[in-house]
């Protein structure tokens, strides 16, 4: 009997070999720190005028803002506090959690060494001086970005990119104007801000 012998080939059951190789990165912007040289201020105890009313006060140190970065990086400043916003401003003094006065963060600028002031937008375009006789105040809106202008090179308000900015700060707070009744209880203050920095 003959019986046929068919003769073939046919692929190995093993895969010759494979490597996969992942590529990856990004595009980063230089590094900026930001820090604060007061971590607490307390501005002491006050009392009412003759009248009943607590008049504003004005130029209150508050602390010295530093940012410095690796290199000259565009750069947005946001504000906010743990009291709440009230008419565009943020809540001074309150009672029983209810604001009685506004208060105003400001301060003067110093961009590599040379004078500079803030400028403020939504949506950073169309920026505005912040400055009122000359202080610049910071916008603490949250829809509000406070942006850096180097006076010397400020053909327009617009971002200057800088590597140090120092803001020498202070707080104004707002005249109480009905006149205060201790009856309703204590007037305090008593709130965090925070700074945060967004880049450009």
């Known amino acids: ?15 010759a070999g494979s490597a996969a190789l992942q590529v990856t990165g990004k595009i980063a912007p230089s ?3 930001l820090s604060i040289s007061n971590v607490e201020v307390d501005v002491g105890h006050h009392t009412p005028h003759s009248e009943g009313h607590y008049p504003e006060a004005s ?3 508050l602390t010295e803002l530093s940012i410095s970065c690796a290199a000259p990086m565009g750069v947005k400043l946001l504000m906010s506090s743990t009291a709440p916003v009230q008419a565009a401003a ?3 003094w309150s009672q029983n959690g209810s604001g009685v006065s506004a208060l105003d963060v400001g301060g003067v600028l110093m961009l590599d060494g040379e004078p500079g002031f803030m400028a403020y937008s939504s949506q950073d375009a169309n ?10 105040y910071l ?3 949250p829809y509000l970005k406070n942006t850096f202008v180097k006076t010397s090179t400020a053909t327009s308000v617009a971002p200057t990119a800088f590597k140090n900015a120092v803001i020498d700060m202070h707080i104004n707070l707002g005249r109480i104007n009905q006149k205060v009744d201790f009856s309703k209880g204590e007037i305090k203050l008593d709130q965090t801000l925070a700074f945060e920095i967004e880049y450009m």
Do not use: E, N
């Open 90 to 92: 943020l809540t001074g």
């Open 139 to 141: 916008q603490p809106m």
């Open 1 to 15: 009997m003959f019986v046929p012998v068919f003769l073939c080939s046919a692929g190995s059951a093993f895969a």
């Open 31 to 33: 590094a900026c720190h």
């Open 127 to 136: 920026w505005k001086d912040s400055r009122v006789d000359g202080v610049s």
């Open 59 to 61: 130029g209150i140190p």
